[in-house]
T-cell receptor, first 111, second 114 residues
Framework: QQQVKQSPQSLIVQKGGISIINCAYE??????FPWYQQFPGKGPALLIA?????SEKKEGRFTISFNKSAKQFSLHIMDSQPGDSATYFC??????????FGTGTSLTVIP | DGGITQSPKYLFRKEGQNVTLSCEQN?????MYWYRQDPGQGLRLIYY???????QKGDIAEGYSVSREKKESFPLTVTSAQKNPTAFYLC????FGGGTNEQYFGPGTRLTVT
């Protein structure tokens, strides 16, 4: 079964808007939650990551919000730009062992 | 220039042939991984290795084999037993322990079997 559930499958946002992608997990042993950005034909690139001892992490226009009690975490892209158009994956791991990935969200930012 | 290299970028094979995908890293990472990516299914783990001469099956290991003779190399063989081998294959590496679990990916190899 899917260890990490990601939604929505696709997202269309106007330039300057906020893109929000959500992920949920069940295994409370997960201790590392990264987000990856992937452009067509390329490998995923690590975007930002969080550990469960903090509720929010911000890097530039990208923010992870983490809700430990709800077992959910989300990626917020502020001031979304056409160059942000890509597929985004959330993931979770235990002690950096196996990584479990969501099914991906295809983001399109309209100029 | 540090990173993960995969070769070739595109690979074409006839059905029934084994094919080996290359993955090399110069990040001095202990762990290496192989994933398969299909549209709408995210990344699925094929095999991973945490140390030289040792590797573990992932969720979809059937029809695949790996070796880890050197720390920097983790080749994947797609055998003729793999029923649906056409896919985008991604290699990754990471260091675990020491407070960092970051996993980095190579550029991928797109395999087409006809």
């Amino acid at each position: 079964q899917q260890q990490v559930k990601q939604s929505p499958q696709s997202l269309i946002v106007q330039k300057g808007g906020i893109s929000i992608i959500n992920c949920a997990y069940e295994n409370t042993a997960f201790d590392y939650f990264p987000w990856y950005q992937q452009f067509p034909g390329k490998g995923p690139a690590l975007l930002i990551a969080i550990r469960p001892d903090v509720s929010e992490k911000k890097e530039g226009r990208f923010t992870i919000s983490f809700n430990k009690s709800a077992k959910q975490f989300s990626l917020h892209i502020m001031d979304s730009q056409p160059g942000d158009s890509a597929t985004y994956f959330c993931a979770a791991s235990i002690l950096g062992n196996q990584f479990y990935f969501g099914t991906g969200t295809s983001l399109t930012v309209i100029p | 220039d540090g990173g993960i290299t995969q070769s070739p970028k595109y690979l074409f094979r006839k059905e029934g042939q084994n094919v080996t995908l290359s993955c090399e890293q110069n990040l001095n990472h202990d762990a290496m991984y192989w994933y398969r990516q299909d549209p709408g299914q995210g990344l699925r783990l094929i095999y991973y290795s945490q140390i030289v001469n040792d590797f573990q099956k992932g969720d979809i290991a059937e029809g695949y084999s790996v070796s880890r003779e050197k720390k920097e190399s983790f080749p994947l063989t797609v055998t003729s037993a793999q029923k649906n081998p056409t896919a985008f294959y991604l290699c990754a590496s990471s260091n675990f322990g020491g407070g960092t679990n970051e996993q980095y990916f190579g550029p991928g190899t797109r395999l087409t079997v006809t």
